[in-house]
């Protein structure tokens, strides 16, 4: 017969834990964990401020279209109170919380305007510390996710990499102020959060020591199924590229060298991806042979691992330096085509020119790439020893 203490173990071993993920759908990254967290036995919830044109399946959106300031407000607090104080894990993501943090300064704005800003920016800052510390107060367990320009930084980037989206960009993506803003809100939540996340290799030389990279995982494998069908078909290629940001993924470079190429002789179709939901941009990236992903951030987005999934090869410019924050294993097969923003050109003329044996090889390869670093299943499991750990060390599990 068990003894009182060994039945109360064997009633925490069978919580089922609940996790809230906010407030962005950057991606769909935050999306599709919590999907994944969910076959795994755990309730997982996903919310997000605003739903993006992107239009990524998420359970709640908490800001409607038409809402008021006021109504805005109000809401966040009803949520803060009466949902997220319910959960047993608060998972944030994009380097934000409900009460996102914005810079107090952005470059060109009128003095009102500045002033309106620092105004507002002093009431979520203040704000987002008492959900921290209310979240702290009610001893959950906190991790976060960076993904992106949530942490990178213009001035380190330009001092550090010979490319980089800082050189690309004017001061309104970049800027000292913004820089040391974030720098600012890394410590914050380093100070709040049991573990801290980056899906981009690049950002663990600006976040804590203690951070840790964790691959993509915003798409289901079982959804996401490759055809080599057009590999075999004496066909002209279709290359595409599908930038969200024009000047940061290289954007201009490409369309130069793309258009040096066809002057040159080679007969390809080029097809440019941009301002669709994602289901109907997924119906074109399938029309598709080859991505060319970005030029200029040191590592391979989002985009590129939905084409690998559908089994398309990927030209794209990965930091050497950057790989030191990767699994040895996952460096060793990345399946990419490298190319620079000085040899994107050259590494297109080389796809053109391989044969579609080859061309097949690469995709396939590209496919299991993905089955293997990306599936969302196993970093979702990843995630959830975590959170079991977090929570054993405060006696809840």
Not at 25 to 49: D, F, I, M, P, Y
Not at 137 to 144: N, W
Not at 207 to 223: K, V
Request: charged share 25%; net charge positive; hydrophobic share 40%.
């Amino acid at each position: 017969m068990l003894t009182f203490m060994e039945l109360q173990s064997e009633v925490k071993k069978s919580k089922i834990i609940k996790v809230l993920h906010l407030p962005n759908v950057v991606g769909g990254n935050a999306q599709e964990l919590s999907r994944s967290l969910c076959s795994l036995g755990l309730e997982s919830k996903s919310l997000t401020l605003f739903q993006s044109y992107l239009n990524y399946s998420v359970d709640v959106v908490l800001f409607q279209k038409g809402f008021s300031r006021l109504k805005k407000e109000f809401l966040r607090y009803y949520y803060l109170i009466f949902h997220m104080s319910k959960v047993d894990v608060i998972h944030y993501n994009f380097g934000s919380t409900l009460f996102s943090s914005i810079c107090p300064y952005k470059p060109d704005l009128s003095c009102l305007a500045i002033i309106c800003r620092i105004f507002y920016s002093s009431y979520v800052f203040l704000m987002q510390y008492i959900e921290l510390s209310f979240m702290r107060l009610l001893r959950k367990p906190i991790f976060i996710h960076y993904q992106g320009d949530d942490a990178r930084q213009g001035v380190f980037s330009i001092k550090n990499f010979k490319y980089s989206i800082a050189s690309q960009v004017d001061s309104s993506y970049y800027n000292l102020y913004s820089d040391r803003f974030k720098q600012y809100m890394i410590r914050r939540m380093d100070r709040f959060c049991d573990k801290i996340y980056a899906v981009n290799p690049d950002l663990l030389h600006v976040l804590p020591s203690r951070a840790c990279f964790i691959p993509y995982c915003h798409l289901s494998l079982d959804e996401w199924l490759p055809s080599y069908n057009r590999y075999t078909l004496d066909k002209p290629l279709r290359i595409g590229h599908a930038p969200t940001h024009r000047m940061a993924k290289g954007t201009d470079i490409i369309c130069k060298a793309v258009n040096d190429l066809k002057n040159e002789g080679f007969l390809f179709d080029f097809e440019m991806i941009e301002g669709l939901s994602r289901e109907d941009a997924r119906k074109k990236y399938q029309t598709i042979d080859v991505l060319i992903d970005q030029l200029f951030a040191g590592w391979y987005g989002g985009l590129a691992v939905e084409l690998m999934a559908l089994g398309k090869p990927v030209l794209v410019y990965i930091r050497e330096d950057d790989l030191q924050f990767i699994p040895s294993g996952m460096r060793d097969e990345l399946p990419f085509i490298q190319v620079t923003p000085d040899s994107v050109k050259e590494g297109l003329r080389t796809v053109l020119e391989m044969p579609r044996t080859e061309l097949l090889i690469l995709a396939k390869q590209s496919r299991a790439f993905v089955e293997k670093w990306h599936d969302p299943l196993r970093i979702a499991s990843e995630i959830k020893s975590d959170y079991e750990s977090a929570l054993r060390k405060r006696g809840k599990f």
